[in-house]
């Protein structure tokens, strides 16, 4: 089974993130939020924004843009934070609210059974 | 799951991306002791090869209830599985094989954070090993279901693992064969279902048992 991340030297994942070791509890992007990118990478941009620009030409849940980079979540979610600060990807979180919505609920199950 | 993981490039020229109107992503979490079928179940109902990644945990106080499994600035790794289902052109369910262990417990709470519920996948040759993972989701007030994965043992009668897992009547007991497509979808659609009773009327416990 590959770790994603594992065989990385701390320090190379260090600087990744300049320095930042925690996506912090601020840090918007749950697990599955989607990704969307909002334009094409450029030459000379971070070869890890480069490849989440790739990636999420069409939504891209969170978990699986850290698992096909090979890296922690936490470490994604940082890259992630600079790419929708500078605008080149957008979000598109999960509805969240105190209870499911019943119509969610239902939406689920439906298609579940059209599996 | 090995050749998942470590055939990246496959993987990557081979990725289903979702659709492009897919803006609701949902979670539903497997849980249970080692060896449970976890994986197996992600893997059966998934659309894509079950995924591998990890979460790391670097800071004391990250917005957790309990500091005491968190030592300094300790980094504590986890790895998971997921799988993915499309359910329509808006929402996209993922499934996380989430490791039942105790030391695993912050982990559970991030994963548990907006997940619609759980399913605690029972072994029953080993039926102690899902007294935590049961534990922490009544703890959270997460919705679960138990499922008894099918390992050819002698079966157990529903009563009986019911009262090995101290289980409150409502909550729904399956048997279920996790290599099965099939019978994990209604692992699945079973655990929905629960979810629906209980928030359409919260006050009335689900009567009906399901094994
Ligand atoms: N007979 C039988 N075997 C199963 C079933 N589900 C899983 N297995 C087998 O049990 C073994 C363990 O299954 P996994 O899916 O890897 O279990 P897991 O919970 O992901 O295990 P860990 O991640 O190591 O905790 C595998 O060899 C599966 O093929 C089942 O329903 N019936
Ligand atoms: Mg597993």
């Keep these: ?95 969240r609210a105190a209870v499911p919505d019943p119509d969610i609920l239902e939406q689920v199950l439906v298609g579940l059974r059209n599996l | 799951m090995d050749s998942a993981t470590s055939e990246t490039h496959t993987a990557s020229e081979t990725r289903t991306p979702l659709g492009a109107s897919a803006d609701n992503g949902l979670k539903i979490v497997v849980v249970g002791g080692f060896g449970a079928g976890k994986t197996t179940m992600v893997r059966s109902v998934s659309e894509i090869r079950p995924l591998n990644t990890e979460e790391t945990m670097t800071q004391a106080g990250e917005d957790v209830d309990d500091t005491r499994g968190v030592r300094g600035k300790t980094a504590t790794t986890v790895a998971f599985d997921f799988g993915r289902i499309t359910l329509d052109a808006h929402n996209v369910l993922y499934l996380f094989g989430a490791p039942g262990q105790e030391r695993f417990w912050f982990l559970w709470d991030r994963l548990f954070s907006g997940t619609l519920g759980a399913v605690v996948l029972v072994d029953t040759r080993r039926i102690d090993d899902s007294w935590y993972a049961i534990d922490r989701l009544e703890k959270h007030g997460t919705p679960f279901i138990v499922a008894c994965n099918d390992f050819g043992g002698p079966a157990f009668p529903p009563e009986q693992v019911r009262e090995a897992l101290d289980l409150d009547p409502h909550v729904p007991l399956v048997g279920c064969d996790a290599r099965s497509r099939e019978s994990s979808k209604l692992v699945l659609i079973t655990l929905v279902e629960h979810i629906q009773a209980l928030y359409a009327d919260p006050a009335r416990a689900p009567r009906q048992e399901l094994v």
Excluded: W
């Design chain 1, 1 to 95: 089974m590959s770790r994603p991340g594992r065989d990385d030297a701390p320090d190379r994942l260090y600087t990744l993130t300049q320095g930042r070791s925690s996506s912090g509890p601020d840090n918007p992007f749950d697990l599955v939020t989607l990704v969307v990118a909002e334009c094409d990478p450029v030459p000379g941009m971070q070869s890890e924004h480069a490849a989440i620009l790739r990636l999420t030409e069409r939504p891209t849940a969170v978990v699986e843009i850290a698992a096909e980079l090979k890296l922690p979540v936490s470490i994604t979610r940082i890259l992630l934070s600079d790419l929708l600060a500078a605008g080149r990807v957008s979000a598109r979180h999960p509805r």
